[in-house]
């Protein structure tokens, strides 16, 4: 009987097939206990599964040079978020920030985890130190956006969020906190167009569209003027963010 390649684990894992990419990785290390990429997989295949422990285990049994490689960096980053071991965390985010300073994705997930804290003075920092190395950075602008929201400065984040848009048209988490954060401050009009432009451009999108048509729905019954974020609408943007954040990892 012959082992399946690693490589129809990682297809199988594109595809969201995890069960299936879980044993073919766990074949795959069987066959080669010392592969560092079969760890590594197996480990990502068990954070997209949810299974934060089990990929933290996996991750710690990756050992040498593996440890200073950029993926494995951010990935263990991501497990130590979910985990609660935020100091863990931030120190692999720094590092691997350090270790590719041209990635955006690295400054979004630290600053993400910082406004999580609430920390609001070091996400501003990630960003902006993240925007001067890559002043075009749709992601930066997005985590501005979300700043600018804990910020109580609902304009400022539009405006951040629309140029996210301009610069990431294909990435689905940018209308959909555009469109959210629309609805919250009472812009039910600027919403609806963003969900049409989107559904224009995702006819089959991640996004449930019959949840976002009720939501409109819903919001158009309500009395329709701009207004100021509650501290409640801003703590559930927080989440959708940081879930949306979760989804778009690299």
């Known amino acids: 009987m012959t082992t399946a390649p690693p490589q129809i684990g990682v297809l199988l894992a594109r595809y969201h097939l995890l069960p299936d990419a879980i044993r073919h990785f766990q074949a795959a290390l069987a066959t080669d206990p010392a592969s560092e990429d079969a760890k590594y997989d197996l480990a990502n295949a068990f954070f997209e599964q949810r299974e934060f422990a089990n990929a933290r285990e996996m991750l710690a049994r990756i050992s040498g040079q593996g440890r200073e490689d950029e993926s494995y960096l951010a990935l263990l980053g991501d497990v130590d978020t979910h985990l609660g071991r935020y100091s863990d965390a931030q120190e692999a985010y720094r590092r691997v920030i350090n270790k590719s300073p041209e990635n955006e994705a690295h400054y979004l997930s630290l600053a993400m985890l910082q406004l999580s804290l609430a920390n609001t003075t070091g996400a501003a920092k990630t960003l902006r130190a993240g925007l001067s190395r890559i002043p075009d950075s749709g992601r ?13 400065k609902c304009q400022q984040a539009e405006e951040y969020f629309e140029r996210a848009l301009d610069l990431l048209p294909g990435w689905p988490s940018a209308y959909s ?7 919250d401050t009472g812009q039910v009009a600027k919403a609806h167009a963003v969900f049409d432009k989107y559904q224009a ?36 943007f927080l989440q959708l963010a940081f879930a949306l954040a979760d989804q778009n990892r690299y």
């Open 140 to 152: 930066i602008m997005w985590g501005l956006g979300v700043l600018s929201v804990m910020e109580q």
């Open 201 to 236: 451009i995702f006819p089959r999108g991640p996004f449930d569209a019959k949840v976002i048509e009720r939501e409109l729905a819903a919001a158009e019954q309500q009395p329709q003027g701009l207004r100021a974020m509650t501290p409640l609408m801003q703590s559930q």
């Open 177 to 183: 906190a555009l469109a959210v954060l629309y609805l």
